[in-house]
């Protein structure tokens, strides 16, 4: 009887070593499965963060685009602005200065007919008081 429970046993035993070896592999496998997939999400979120990254990078580069465009036409407008007062003051000093210098000429023949009169008057009362001195000189000469 032995003889026969050891016959029967060295096939469960080769069974049991089959059944650990195809447990082992199953094992193995499964293990390679995860591996695979957990390499799989791995690459899925290294594709989805790059990919969010660049339009990250797309948005702030049309962002900087967009505001350095708007910088550019603002400065462009103010230079505009700046330049449009600059020549309007610049005629207005030009009138301002062309009224001054028609004040001045204004004010020098003023001046020069003044002149002109006071001389005429400064000769006149030369005149006058050469007479009245000559009409007093002769008026004194008699009655000494």
Not at 3 to 16: D, V
Not at 66 to 93: C, G, M, P, Y
Not at 117 to 124: A, G, L, M, R, Y
């Amino acid at each position: 009887m032995a003889s026969r429970q050891a016959r029967k046993s060295q096939p469960t035993a080769q069974a049991s070593e089959s059944e650990e070896e195809n447990s082992q592999q199953s094992s193995q496998e499964a293990d390679m499965h995860v591996l695979k997939a957990a390499r799989n999400v791995v690459s899925t979120m290294k594709n989805r963060r790059e990919s969010k990254r660049k339009a990250i990078e797309r948005d702030l580069k049309k962002r900087v685009a967009d505001i350095s465009a708007k910088l550019d036409a603002h400065f462009e407008s103010r230079k505009n602005r700046v330049t449009k007062l600059q020549h309007a003051q610049w005629a207005r000093l030009d009138a301002l200065n062309k009224k001054r210098e028609v004040i001045e000429a204004q004010i020098l023949s003023s001046m020069k007919a003044i002149e002109l009169q006071t001389t005429n008057i400064s000769s006149e009362l030369a005149a006058t008081y050469g007479g009245r001195i000559e009409e007093i000189e002769d008026g004194a000469s008699p009655r000494s």
